[in-house]
Each structure stands twice: as structure tokens, then as C-alpha cells.
């Protein structure tokens, strides 16, 4: 059974940078023909894909957030990260660590994912 754990810091101040930890059970990062991905959802909005990185290194970006976010793959500790630069109040939001099985950002492609982390940004 895969499980996802996400972990960071629960409040972040403005402008700083955020980083995040999925430790991932139960399957390999580096197995082909997955995308894993970081989602957010904003109180009271809706869901937002961050970005993934695929099993070859490929990778998406929200156009809204490529220039501030960037998700890794750490193979050693079989993890996956993401790290936010100069965030704002308007990324506070639950974070969700997630795996899909295709290189989109259709929601229904999502087979697993973690229970998620609540991230405040507010000084």
C-alpha cells in the first residue's frame, strides 16, 4: 500500500521560503510511469496543481507559480520536495502531496495522496 506523509513548517513568514517533505512508503519515486505531484487547496477554494515531476525528471509548473516553486525528487531518502520562494499570505493553504499515473493535471488521475499539511504564512 503506498502512503504519503507530508511534513514542514506549520507557519511561514512573508517572503520567506517554504520548504516541504513527502516521505513516500510502500513504492519507489523512482518508478516508471509515475508523476508525483504537490497540490494545494486555499480556504475556502479549490484545488490547485502546484506542479510534479515525472520518472524521468520531467516536470510541470502552474504558469501562476513556476517562477517561485520547485519540486524534487531525492532518490537517497525516496522523498519528494517542494520549495516555495517568497511566499505571501495568498499561499497559505493545505498542502497535499500526491501521485498520478499521467503527465496531466487532471484530478481524476490522481491514485493516491497524503493526508496533507496546513501552511500559514502571516508574521
Known amino acids: 500500500q503506498v502512503q504519503l506523509q507530508e511534513s514542514g513548517p506549520g507557519l511561514v513568514k512573508p517572503s520567506e521560503t517554504l520548504f516541504l517533505t513527502c516521505s513516500i512508503s510502500g513504492a519507489s519515486i523512482t518508478t516508471n510511469w509515475y508523476y508525483w505531484s504537490w497540490i494545494r487547496q486555499a480556504p475556502g477554494k479549490g484545488l490547485e496543481w502546484i506542479g510534479y515531476?515525472?520518472?524521468?525528471?520531467?516536470?510541470y509548473y502552474s504558469p501562476s507559480l513556476a517562477s517561485r516553486a520547485s519540486i524534487a525528487r531525492d532518490t537517497s531518502k525516496n522523498q519528494l520536495t517542494l520549495q516555495l520562494t517568497s511566499v505571501t499570505r495568498e499561499d497559505t493553504a493545505v498542502y497535499f502531496c500526491?501521485?498520478?499515473?499521467?503527465?496531466?493535471?487532471?484530478?481524476?488521475?490522481?491514485?493516491?495522496w497524503g493526508q496533507g499539511t496546513l501552511v500559514t504564512v502571516s508574521s
Open positions: 515531476v515525472g520518472y524521468s525528471d520531467a516536470s
Open positions: 500526491a501521485r498520478n499515473k499521467y503527465d496531466s493535471t487532471y484530478l481524476g488521475y490522481v491514485e493516491v
